[in-house]
T-cell receptor, first 116, second 111 residues
Framework: GAVVSQHPSWVICKSGTSVKIECRSLDFQATTMFWYRQFPKQSLMLMATSNEGSKATYEQGVEKDKFLINHASLTLSTLTVTSAHPEDSSFYIC????????????FGAGTRLSVL | RKEVEQDPGPFNVPEGATVAFNCTYSNSASQSFFWYRQDCRKEPKLLMSVYSSGNEDGRFTAQLNRASQYISLLIRDSKLSDSATYLCVVGLNTGFQKLVFGTGTRLLVSP
């Protein structure tokens, strides 16, 4: 299947700092990338949908000024958590959509963010 | 009501057992259906897509009942390596392909 690389896999930061997470599609071009968040023992929740060259579409309740998404190329999308607080500590996962074969999404390995 | 509902489990079964998971979804406009597998602290991985005609992949069989908005997954001859959380996932076409995840059903296969 298609390979999606996500970096970093784990980050610990102080409250108030910003953290950037990268998501790359390695062997295909992804017109659309998705960003999810998963709290312990909960399901993945879609945060935003990112299209190359255009503004991201955020889900209800997700602050676009806090979670900045940039999708500058067909193989790279970034999520920046600005002024992170302890309640932002979570597992952030990106996925990229392969438009052939039923719009299947392939996931990155996730980033575990711990804000102290 | 959750958009995708699953029994969280855990389901504890011995090796070799057959186990079935069920899932219901609330949005009748849902267009695509999947089972994903997620290991602890890892990303979800696609197990199989689910079609109305039913489909089988080795020891795994998935069924979809659109009228009842019900999806099932059957695992035969369980292996220790099948221990994981199984996520029922429904796709909506909202301009993009939006996936809605259930909270997952945890399976523990013991020797």
């Amino acid at each position: 299947g298609a390979v999606v690389s996500q970096h970093p896999s784990w980050v610990i930061c102080k409250s108030g700092t910003s953290v950037k997470i990268e998501c790359r599609s390695l062997d295909f071009q992804a017109t659309t990338m998705f960003w999810y968040r998963q709290f312990p023992k909960q399901s993945l929740m879609l945060m935003a949908t990112s299209n190359e060259g255009s503004k991201a579409t955020y889900e209800q309740g997700v602050e676009k000024d806090k979670f900045l998404i940039n999708h500058a190329s067909l193989t790279l999308s970034t999520l920046t958590v600005t002024s992170a607080h302890p309640e932002d500590s979570s597992f952030y996962i990106c996925s990229a959509s392969v438009t052939t074969g039923g719009n299947i999404q392939y996931f990155g390995a996730g980033t575990r963010l711990s804000v102290l | 009501r959750k958009e995708v509902e699953q029994d969280p489990g855990p389901f504890n079964v011995p090796e070799g057992a057959t186990v079935a998971f069920n899932c219901t979804y609330s949005n009748s406009a849902s267009q695509s259906f999947f089972w994903y597998r997620q290991d602890c602290r890892k990303e979800p991985k696609l197990l199989m897509s689910v079609y109305s005609s039913g489909n089988e992949d080795g020891r795994f069989t998935a069924q979809l009942n659109r009228a009842s908005q019900y999806i099932s997954l059957l695992i035969r001859d369980s292996k220790l390596s099948d221990s994981a959380t199984y996520l029922c996932v429904v796709g909506l076409n909202t301009g993009f392909q939006k996936l809605v995840f259930g909270t997952g059903t945890r399976l523990l296969v013991s020797p």
